[in-house]
């Protein structure tokens, strides 16, 4: 009988690596860097670039869509670990897809980087339309209580903080990475348009009227599309009050999607980036409701450029982390001086 065991135990065990009917299980997929983008218009490929468009074309052409149970679309990976997906717009959206795709067995998100990426508002005060913002901070906009203004002091913030939020309502995030990310991306060619170029020429801020750039600053996270100079100043008063750097960018994913990576893998592998494609308020000659529902060719212009853009900035740092991986496997190496 002992012999007979034996050698049932030693078939069970040169069985284990089989799956149903006797397929070898493959081992999962190790992801080095994975890029979260929100939408796209249509097609990955070949037709008008949204979010993704720039990404898929340059790393998952050759890939096949790998289906994701729970998330809005599906995931892509190519040979060199570099992966990605279209998470949908908005908080809920966008981390219940994220929190799928991190669940499915067949990833190793153990030693992965995040690049949460896509296109934003910015405050005229401090970016304009093509500028590419890598996120020192996020910060949720709509994490506490709010009042109409005539209900309160005149010229007193119309908001306060709700208790009990205060591991999910900003995240500072990895200086050094962030760092890392600024400088590979220093010196990339940012491509501009005539239309964006026309339209800075509205506003009288500095910021607002130069070429686009590389920035860092705070990313704003919120489901309500807030607007105009009052909402915000609300904004930068939040990212102050919270501790945060100057709020430079308005998107609608960011913070959630950090929580649900926090949550499995903590913040120090993951990057915000994000183009902006429009000012978070109208220039001093219209209303913020004629800025929100402008008329035809009254539109800033400029998309295709920021898209370009943000993949051009994001690829510096993706290409960098995969061609040095041996560097950056086990965590952020120091950032060299100057």
């Given at each position: 009988?002992?012999?007979?065991?034996?050698?049932?135990?030693?078939?069970?065990?040169?069985?284990?690596?089989?799956?149903?009917?006797?397929a070898a299980m493959a081992a999962p997929t190790k992801v080095k860097v994975f890029v979260a983008s929100m939408f796209e218009i249509g097609a990955n490929t070949g037709d008008?670039?949204?979010?993704?468009?720039?990404?898929?074309?340059?790393?998952?052409?050759k890939s096949q869509p790998h289906e994701v149970r729970g998330a809005l679309k599906?995931?892509?990976?190519?040979?060199d670990g570099v992966c990605g997906a279209v998470l949908g717009m908005g908080k809920v959206n966008s981390s219940s897809s994220m929190q799928a795709i991190l669940l499915d067995p067949d990833y190793d998100f153990s030693q992965a980087y995040f690049v949460i990426t896509g296109v934003a508002g910015t405050p005229p005060s401090r970016g304009t339309i093509g500028d590419v913002s890598?996120?020192?901070?996020?910060?949720?906009?709509?994490?506490?209580?709010?009042?109409?203004?005539?209900?309160?002091?005149?010229?007193?913030?119309?908001?306060?903080?709700?208790k009990g939020y205060e591991d999910y309502r900003v995240f500072k995030l990895n200086p050094a990475l962030v760092g890392w990310a600024t400088r590979l991306s220093a010196g990339v060619n940012l491509q501009d348009s005539e239309s964006a170029k026309q339209y800075r020429q509205r506003y009288p801020d500095e910021k607002a009227r130069?070429?686009?750039?590389?920035?860092?600053?705070?990313?704003?996270?919120?489901d309500t599309f807030f607007h105009g100079p009052g909402l915000s100043k609300e904004a930068q008063y939040m990212a102050k009050l919270y501790g945060a750097d100057d709020y430079v960018i308005t998107e609608m994913e960011a913070a959630a999607i950090t929580l649900v990576i926090k949550r499995q893998f903590g913040t120090d592998r993951i990057l915000?980036?994000?183009?902006?494609?429009?000012?978070?308020?109208?220039?001093?000659?219209?209303?913020t409701l004629q800025h929100l529902d402008p008329a035809p060719g009254q539109t800033a212009g400029g998309f295709a450029e920021t898209?370009?853009?943000?993949?051009?900035?994001?690829?510096?740092?993706?290409?960098?982390i995969v061609g040095n991986w041996g560097e950056w496997?086990?965590?952020?190496?120091?950032?060299?001086?100057?």
């Open positions: 009988m002992n012999r007979i065991a034996s050698g049932l135990g030693a078939a069970l065990l040169s069985l284990a690596p089989l799956g149903i009917g006797g008008r670039a949204g979010e993704f468009q720039h990404w898929y074309e340059r790393y998952w052409q599906p995931a892509y990976c190519n040979d890598w996120g020192s901070w996020l910060v949720d906009y709509d994490l506490g209580h709010r009042w109409a203004p005539e209900e309160g002091k005149p010229g007193e913030p119309v908001f306060i903080p709700r130069a070429a686009p750039s590389v920035q860092t600053g705070t990313h704003m996270t919120g915000s980036l994000r183009g902006a494609v429009n000012f978070d308020q109208g220039n001093p000659n219209e209303t898209v370009a853009n943000v993949e051009a900035v994001g690829s510096r740092v993706v290409d960098h496997q086990k965590g952020v190496p120091p950032l060299p001086a100057k």
